[in-house]
């Protein structure tokens, strides 16, 4: 009598087992809701607007001074540039002008950005320092105060590093 009991009560569990798990599948998100899209364009998307805010945020329009500045020998060059201030000023979130603040003198140019903000180019003339601009550089340290780049191709020791005036 007893087996039965049992018997019968693994059969009325695994009924309501096999009830339970096929009750409670979800249905496939709906592709007319742009809100439940995980193709890699809407995450694209909101990875590239994420990095223009904190880009927007940590470098457009902040004051920016240059902490080191080695050439190529390895040679720093720091003292020439110490007393520069840096802006990167918005026109998309991807160029504009670039400002330097140098001896008393506003100095106008351009700069530019790759889409996910690895590289960056500056253009500025005005002064014989600020050929060490102009190279393609790449960034090797990004936080919220400071920014480290080096050339492209970096022939040597070539980096700048450039902090954020709070």
């Known amino acids: 009598m007893r087996s039965i ?17 096929t009750s409670c599948k ?10 439940t899209k995980t193709d890699s364009t809407y995450n694209d998307s909101a990875a590239r607007a994420y990095m223009e805010k ?10 920016i001074r240059i902490v080191l500045a080695v050439d190529s020998s390895g040679n720093n060059l720091t003292p020439d540039y110490q007393d520069m201030i840096i802006y990167l000023r918005k ?27 690895s590289r960056l180019n500056l253009n500025i003339q ?20 400071l920014l480290k780049i080096a050339p492209v191709t970096n022939p040597g020791k070539k980096t700048l590093h450039l902090e954020k005036i709070l």
């Open 5 to 21: 009991g049992i018997s019968a009560g693994l059969v009325v569990l695994l009924i309501i087992l096999n009830l339970g798990s």
């Open 26 to 35: 979800k249905d496939p998100p709906s592709n007319n809701n742009d809100t």
């Open 54 to 63: 904190i880009f927007e945020a940590t470098v457009l329009n902040q004051p």
């Open 91 to 117: 026109d998309t979130y991807y160029n504009g002008p670039l400002e330097i603040l140098a001896k008393g003198t506003k100095y106008m140019g351009t700069w530019g950005s790759n889409s996910d903000y």
């Open 126 to 145: 005005g002064l014989p320092e600020f050929v060490f601009f102009d190279n393609p550089w790449r960034f090797t340290y990004k936080s919220a105060t």
